[in-house]
T-cell receptor, first 112, second 115 residues
């Protein structure tokens, strides 16, 4: 079956620190992988995506590389800001599938 | 592109009352999903539609919940009668069809409080 396992939170970092949020997946086919971000009081917004092995998705200084050999899609940012405080969700969608599979979310708080 | 539009943004009701949540998906999207989010259970898929037809409603908690999609631009999620444990944020999301690698697009949600 399909599933996404995400790093437990909450994560608290100082401004300008390096961020890594781990995500691993199980899929029976060839999934696309996504990171979503949810700010307080809002819906989930697409942050970045990668559709095949070795693709790197990037947006707003965040990056994630689709690693088929380790079935991982870790989210990274070199220097976080207070405005990055949010909940981050890793997700997958199989190319031939209808459904999306989400991780449990990782809460990030960045302190000045 | 106006995005997925949900209404109302907030709903407060008393136990036993009927609640109707509304959603307008992005034009051209074949799939529509209803999710519920709580602190305890996280993000749960309730039901999804393809071309206005319900495909999987196994996530609907019980018979008090029902969802319809009368046309490609409108869907409702109804709870009757509502209970305090239904308090949550309900999200609608839409996506183009399979074989597109397309992401899911979420609305801003309806925060439901049942007292």
């Amino acid at each position: 079956g399909n599933s996404v396992t995400q790093m437990e939170g909450p994560v608290t970092l100082s401004e300008e620190a390096f961020l890594t949020i781990n995500c691993t997946y199980t899929a029976t086919g060839y999934p696309s992988l996504f990171w979503y971000v949810q700010y307080p009081g809002e819906g989930l917004q697409l942050l970045l995506k990668a559709t095949k092995a070795d693709d790197k998705g990037s947006n707003k200084g965040f990056e994630a590389t689709y690693r088929k050999e380790t079935t991982s899609f870790h989210l990274e940012k070199g220097s976080v800001q207070v405005s990055d405080s949010a909940v981050y969700f890793c997700a997958l969608r199989e190319y031939t599938g209808n459904q999306f599979y989400f991780g449990t979310g990782t809460s990030l708080t960045v302190i000045p | 592109d106006a995005g997925v539009i949900q209404s109302p943004r907030h709903e407060v009701t008393e136990m036993g009352q009927e609640v109707t949540l509304r959603c307008k998906p992005i034009s051209g999207h074949d799939y529509l999903f209803w999710y519920r989010q709580t602190m305890m259970r996280g993000l749960e898929l309730l039901i999804y539609f393809n071309n206005n037809v319900p495909i999987d409603d196994s996530g609907m908690p019980e018979d008090r919940f029902s969802a319809k999609m009368p046309n490609a631009s409108f869907s409702t999620l109804k709870i009757q009668p509502s209970e305090p444990r239904d308090s949550a944020v309900y999200f609608c999301a839409s996506s183009p069809g399979i074989r597109t690698n397309s992401p899911l697009h979420f609305g801003n949600g309806t925060r439901l409080t049942v007292t």
